[in-house]
């Protein structure tokens, strides 16, 4: 059933090739099937496998469904699901690569095999490229491709060290045999570079401004869908499969992450670039989470996560629709009151202002930090954040006060108006109620560290054999 | 109605009364004045004492009504109501109605929230609601206000996020967020350096808050450019939360007895003592540099700094008198300063321009505004009969009976120099000569003159009969164990007594009054002074020129205003002083250039570039972990 997550985006995206009028239906069909398929298996609370060709692991491929990736695939495809309601100029002739990317998203998820999550990688890879194509964007769609391929190389390397170090590629083999010494080393080094790329760790980000500030599309894919599956692959690798090794080079690299995301979004001129300068701090944030490896650090991570995909959701969203509606954006939201108020409360949300989800998540990550008796985390986070507030609240007075040149107003489509604000009043709904994100968050985290289970679910739901 | 319901209730009205303003804003303006009078008659009604503990938003939201939080949220709301009196006519000046009413009564609800707060993150959490509304209310009229409001912002948000750490720091050792908590476990602490650190992180949103030096810079553009009635509202009020934090690090967490140890001259500990130090400098520089403006508004602006200076050293002496000398200047600034702010606006309103150096003359159109200034500055410069005399006298005598020389110098220095500065906008907006584009100029509407009015007797009364607030404010010293057993306030005698005796106010006023009626009936004696029309010989065929003009014939008499550099001898002195505003900036530039770096290096160069820094990655990482 789960394997229908993968194969039907996949099938649909062959068929969208010859049928090419019918590709944005066939787009909105098949994201709605598969959160249909994904609602339906709500919170399993049990690993649940698919074995491909009922071939028992670990031999042959698998895919997994336990909280984690039950969690990860939801946002996952309610994303994709938001994206294919958006109108069709938005996503015109692009359908196809965003079928391909939603079937490998789901794949990458849902993989139970190191080398199974590499090929899904590398369609991650090959999609995003062109999506982030689209509106000539072609350099910077280029050295993504460049970027990505060397991340994808350090990535098989990892998988094949792997390999040769406990003769299997299944996940939950490998966490069972133990990896040890230099082949640990070795391994969770070559992953935090060749997933550090997507997870858009300094200094492998350099991709992201362009990629994310070049058209309207990919940042609202990439950033948050693509994003969360990237992070959740590294909750996944570090704490199910490497049992918490490894962790200390993420939360520095993580940390450095935070400050120069930060101070590079201060100088950036460009709406969409600053807030994708944002993304690659708030991934910073989540990386130094996850690498404390607590199952309340990873809630809360996940829980930041969450916060910030659906608040990067509605920045991206109304800012790539005005950056090409509008040839200067001085004072543009007095035209458009609706997205203006969304676009703020999402900005507020990301900075942690009260009355917005993201105080609550920030709010117990320092918490957390210092009843782990860390005190570098906070400090880093706190001056990120002023840093946040400066840019933010820059934006936010020339977007709504700066006095406007004529333009004529251009007609807002139904969707972006209705997502925006929907998903600004889902962020006030959090902060008033954090336990909807946090109890999903919770399962997650629970499930990520818990590798026994995962083991023993993993071997014991078998069925067929050799 | 339970406690914390009234700034939740308030907050969702907010939202209710901007949907009733984008109809019709007066009546979005009058409900928020009813909204607001209705605040300050039931905050009267809140029993001392009431404790209450709310689930609310994942968090355990603690709220306490203390005599603490009824005296700040009576001078807040005070100064907000009539500010929202006074905007129901001149809102009609701001392009975004309906935001404006919004914001402000988000801004009563996130004040009133953190003057009930009991534990620190419900005092964060109602603090950023009101920092942000403030935020989002000052760049609503003027340009220069976007630039200023993100200096505005960011420091605000270094002191408050520098709280934010202080508070976590002490919850992670004392375990308890409850400020009564934190008390407690300081006294119990023994590390003094832990104690230093969480007393400074702490005091730093109140420094960040109430223009104390090393934050202050950004009062002089935020207030200076905000909408003017809302720079009332900054100053007289949003100062005050700024103050509120200083009084929970040093009395509430009562920093005589968990500093004992490290006392630094006369008894007053050392965090105290550096606080002090930075409040003297900060009567210096608002002092200094208020004398050099020439716009009305940041010349104000630098007098919020000297006066928040004056309060934080009469609560930083831990002195019964300083303490009541800095509760009651709180009360005195944010009346003085409001109404001073609100006449500015008023005058705006009728001439539409800033400058002093445009003005004149105003005070044979709009003599009520001009009566209501001129008490205000009375007040503020600390002369008798209204009330800045007594707060201000209060200070005065702690820091001489305390021997501290330097700080009553400076003290003595920033009251003459307060004279001096207020002065200024006195002489070159009311008096002198009317610029004859200004003719018709009428006097401040009704229902802007009213509010000022009002906190002008009040002032006045609390002048000659200071001791309801002082009563108030003794209670709350006595609670908090200030010296208790010293009583200041004596009414059945009409007494206020100090160390070297007492003294009777209303007796002070009696011979103010005595000299005003000797001095109005000398003036009526004399003859009076003769008015001059210049342009008679313009109009008269000939007319003789007159000896005032020295025989000159005057086409413009307009240039012959001379109120504007009137200390330029005096300001000359320190000319070529060293600006710690471009220090601070040049911080800000710090950053943004750090970013640049950052961004042509890593950022934007080629694929071959970032191929490079995988690599170099790859084998830092392999190079230190092996």
């Known amino acids: 059933m789960i394997s229908l997550l993968v194969a039907v985006p996949l099938l649909a995206a062959f068929v969208s090739l010859f049928w090419k009028k019918a590709s944005d239906v066939l787009f909105s069909l098949v994201a709605l099937f598969n959160v249909i398929v994904v609602l339906s298996k709500w919170f399993p609370g049990v690993v649940e496998i698919h074995a491909m060709g009922n071939w028992k692991p670990p031999f042959g491929i698998n895919l997994v469904l336990d909280d984690a990736s039950f969690y990860a695939a939801l946002i996952v495809n309610l994303i994709f699901l938001m994206v294919s309601s958006l109108p069709v100029e938005t996503k015109k002739g692009y359908e196809t690569s965003l079928m391909l990317l939603l079937g490998a998203t789901n794949g990458f998820v849902l993989t139970g095999d190191l080398f199974n999550s590499f090929v899904f990688m590398e369609i991650i890879t090959i999609t995003a490229v062109t999506t982030a194509a689209k509106r000539e964007n072609f350099y910077n769609a280029y050295k993504y491709l460049i970027l990505g391929g060397i991340a994808g190389s350090f990535y098989l390397l990892a998988t094949i060290f792997a390999y040769g170090a406990t003769g299997s590629l299944n996940m939950a083999h490998i966490a069972m045999v133990g990896l040890s010494g230099s082949s640990l080393l070795a391994v969770t080094m070559l992953y935090t570079i060749g997933l550090g790329v997507e997870a858009k760790l300094f200094p492998l980000n350099g991709w992201v401004p362009g990629v994310y500030g070049g058209n309207e599309v990919s940042p609202i894919v990439l950033g948050t869908a693509v994003s969360f599956a990237a992070l959740y692959m590294l909750g996944r690798l570090f704490g199910t499969v490497f049992h918490g090794s490894g962790l200390n080079t993420l939360y520095v690299l993580s940390l450095v992450t935070i400050l120069t995301g930060e101070m590079a979004a201060l100088r950036e001129s460009r709406l969409l670039r600053t807030f994708a300068y944002s993304s690659v701090a708030q991934a910073g944030v989540v990386a130094a989470m996850i690498s404390k490896g607590t199952e309340n650090a990873l809630n809360l991570a996940y829980f930041h996560l969450t916060n910030d995909v659906i608040a990067k959701f509605v920045i991206f969203l109304v800012a790539g629709f005005l950056v090409y509606s509008y040839r200067d954006l001085n004072g543009v939201f007095r035209k458009h009151k609706l997205l203006g108020i969304s676009f703020s409360m999402a900005t507020f949300s990301l900075v942690g202002f009260p009355m917005f989800a993201g105080f609550q998540s920030k709010i117990r990550m320092i918490m957390e930090a210092f009843s782990t008796k860390d005190f570098l985390f906070p400090a880093v986070l706190l001056i990120a954040t002023a840093i946040e507030v400066g840019y933010v609240i820059r934006w936010n007075v020339r977007l709504w006060f700066e006095e406007e040149t004529f333009e004529e107003r251009s007609k807002v489509p139904l969707t972006i108006g209705f997502f925006s604000f929907a998903l600004a009043i889902l962020l006030v709904v959090v902060f008033l109620q954090p336990d909807v994100f946090l109890e999903g968050t919770q399962k997650m985290a629970k499930a990520l560290l818990d590798t026994e289970s995962y083991v023993n679910g993993v071997f014991s739901a078998v069925k067929g054999g050799m | 109605m339970a406690l914390g319901l009234l700034p939740l209730v308030l907050l969702t009205l907010s939202i209710f009364i901007y949907l009733v303003s984008k109809m019709s804003w007066k009546m979005g303006a009058l409900l928020n004045f009813l909204a607001g009078l209705f605040t300050i008659l039931y905050v009267f009604t809140l029993k001392v004492g009431t404790f209450e503990k709310l689930d609310l938003f ?203 140890e490290v006392t630094v001259y006369s008894g007053i500990p050392l965090p105290n003592y550096i606080l002090i130090a930075l409040g003297n400098v900060s009567i210096v520089i608002g002092t200094l540099m208020a004398i050099k403006q020439d716009d009305m508004k940041m010349l104000m602006a630098y007098s919020s700094v000297a006066n928040g200076g004056y309060i934080l050293i009469g609560i930083g002496t831990m002195d019964p008198l300083g303490f009541e000398g800095g509760m009651f200047h709180i009360f005195n600034h944010a009346v003085a300063s409001a109404v001073i702010f609100m006449a500015f606006a008023a005058v705006i309103y009728r001439t539409k321009t800033q400058k002093i150096s445009e003005m004149g003359g105003l005070i044979h159109k709009m003599p009520v505004t001009f009566l209501v200034y001129l008490f205000s500055i009375i007040s503020l410069a600390g002369i008798p009969p209204m009330s800045g005399f007594i707060s201000k006298w209060m200070i005065y005598q702690a820091l001489v009976r305390k021997g501290m020389f330097i700080t009553a110098f400076l003290a003595f220095f920033g009251s003459i120099g307060s004279f001096l500065y207020v002065f200024r906008p006195l002489a070159g907006v009311f008096l002198g000569q009317l610029p004859r584009k200004y003719r018709d100029v009428k006097e401040a509407p009704a229902v802007m003159l009213t509010p000022m009015v009002l906190l002008v007797l009040i002032s006045f009364f609390l002048g000659v009969w200071p001791f309801p607030i002082l009563q108030a404010i003794e209670k709350i010293r006595v609670d908090l164990d200030v010296a208790p057993s010293f009583k200041i306030s004596d009414p059945e005698n009409w007494l206020v007594k100090g160390f070297a005796g007492s003294w009777n106010p209303v007796l002070v006023f009696g011979l103010f009054l005595v000299g005003f009626i000797v001095a109005y009936i000398l003036y009526s004696l004399f003859p009076r002074p003769k008015k001059v029309d210049l342009l008679a010989p313009h109009r008269e065929e000939g007319t003789p020129i007159n000896i005032y003009t020295g025989g000159e014939f005057i086409y413009n008499p307009d240039l012959y205003h001379y109120n504007t550099k009137f200390y330029a001898g005096f300001e000359r002195m320190y000319e070529k002083h060293p600006s710690w505003e471009k220090l601070l900036k040049m911080f800000g530039k710090l950053f943004h250039d750090a970013g640049e770096w950052i961004h042509s290096w890593f950022f934007e160069p080629s694929s071959s570039a970032y191929t490079f820094w995988v690599v170099v990655t790859l084998l830092l990482v392999f190079w230190v972990r092996w």
């Open chain 2, 58 to 260: 994942g968090l355990n939201i603690q709220f306490e009504w203390t005599n603490v939080s009824f005296y700040f949220s009576f001078v807040s709301l005070l100064v907000i109501v009539s500010v929202m009196l006074f905007s129901t006519k001149w809102l009609e000046t701001q392009k975004y109605r309906a935001s404006y009413n919004m914001f402000l009564l988000m801004v009563t609800a996130g004040s009133l929230g953190v003057f009930m707060a009991a534990d620190l993150i419900t005092l964060y959490v109602f603090w950023e609601i009101a920092v942000l509304s403030s935020l989002l209310i000052v760049p609503m009229e003027k340009k220069e206000a976007r630039k200023a409001v993100v200096v505005y912002a960011v420091m605000s948000a270094v002191g408050t996020y520098a709280f934010l750490y202080g508070t976590f720091l002490a919850y992670q050792r004392y375990g308890t967020l409850n400020i009564h908590g934190i008390a407690q476990g300081m006294l119990n602490d023994t590390s003094i350096g832990f104690k230093m650190a969480v007393f400074l992180l702490l005091s730093a949103a109140g420094i960040a808050k109430s223009g104390i030096f090393p934050l202050h810079i950004w009062l002089r553009e935020t207030h200076g450019l905000a909408p003017n009635a809302f720079s009332s509202v900054l100053s007289g009020q949003f100062i005050k939360l700024g103050n509120y934090i200083f009084l929970l690090v040093l009395s509430v967490i009562p920093s005589l007895k968990v500093f004992s």
